[in-house]
């Protein structure tokens, strides 16, 4: 077969050497959450499917949901990095798909730099309350009596992440402005 003139062929990935040493150790824990986050899902599985063949023997796991909500938490903020590197974040385009050139590019850096900002602001009032949490050392109420500042502290983790892959995204375009 004869390629199509037509097709407008995808340009090869950027090799290595363009990116930065932040932009490229960032992925690698972008990642390694996104795999922490995958096996939080699983992990949910494996205790609701648990808790499912127990309650036909008339036993019970008694911490099923709290667990599942903290491994729901889990994976959600440890996702985040992985998600927003991937592109997968739900974006209302309704503007920025209209905008062209220097307005787009402007945009762009808006909707980073706002991200960043309010990013950092949630990660400091999460922090301050993992903080009040561990001082005070309050516990769930339930069963097991988990410290909360240990599922909270994934959340200020995640968020932490998050953050850290907006500002490689802000160096590395900084980094390329002539």
Same mark, same amino acid.
């Given at each position: 077969?004869?390629?199509?003139?037509?097709?407008?062929?995808?340009?090869?990935?950027?090799?290595?050497?363009?990116?930065?040493?932040?932009?490229?150790?960032?992925?690698?824990?972008?990642?390694?959450?996104?795999?922490?986050?995958?096996?939080?899902?699983?992990?949910?599985?494996?205790?609701?499917?648990?808790?499912?063949?127990?309650?036909?023997?008339?036993?019970?796991?008694?911490?099923?949901? +709290?667990?599942?909500?903290?491994?729901?938490?889990?994976?959600?903020? =440890? &996702? $985040? !990095?992985?998600? /927003?590197?991937?592109?997968?974040?739900?974006?209302?385009?309704?503007?920025?798909?209209?905008?062209?050139?220097?307005?787009?590019?402007?945009?762009?850096?808006?909707?980073?730099?706002?991200?960043?900002?309010?990013?950092?602001?949630?990660?400091?009032?999460?922090?301050?309350?993992?903080?009040?949490?561990?001082?005070?050392?309050?516990?769930?109420?339930?069963?097991? +009596?988990?410290?909360?500042?240990?599922?909270?502290?994934?959340?200020? =983790? &995640? $968020? !932490?992440?998050? /953050?850290?892959?907006?500002?490689?995204?802000?160096?590395?375009?900084?980094?390329?402005?002539?």
């Amino acid at each position: 077969m004869t390629p199509d003139p037509q097709a407008v062929p995808s340009p090869p990935p950027a090799p290595p050497s363009n990116r930065g040493a932040l932009d490229l150790v960032v992925e690698r824990i972008a990642w390694a959450c996104g795999v922490l986050a995958a096996l939080a899902i699983v992990g949910i599985l494996v205790i609701v499917c648990m808790e499912a063949v127990l309650r036909q023997f008339q036993a019970s796991l008694l911490v099923t949901d +709290e667990i599942a909500g903290y491994l729901n938490a889990a994976a959600i903020f =440890l &996702g $985040l !990095a992985w998600t /927003l590197r991937e592109g997968g974040f739900i974006r209302v385009e309704i503007l920025y798909d209209r905008a062209v050139g220097n307005l787009k590019r402007a945009l762009r850096w808006l909707i980073v730099l706002t991200a960043a900002a309010f990013t950092a602001t949630i990660l400091w009032v999460c922090v301050r309350h993992v903080v009040y949490a561990y001082e005070r050392d309050t516990k769930a109420v339930s069963i097991i +009596e988990t410290p909360e500042w240990i599922p909270q502290s994934v959340m200020v =983790l &995640g $968020l !932490a992440i998050l /953050l850290l892959q907006l500002v490689a995204w802000i160096v590395d375009r900084v980094r390329r402005i002539p």
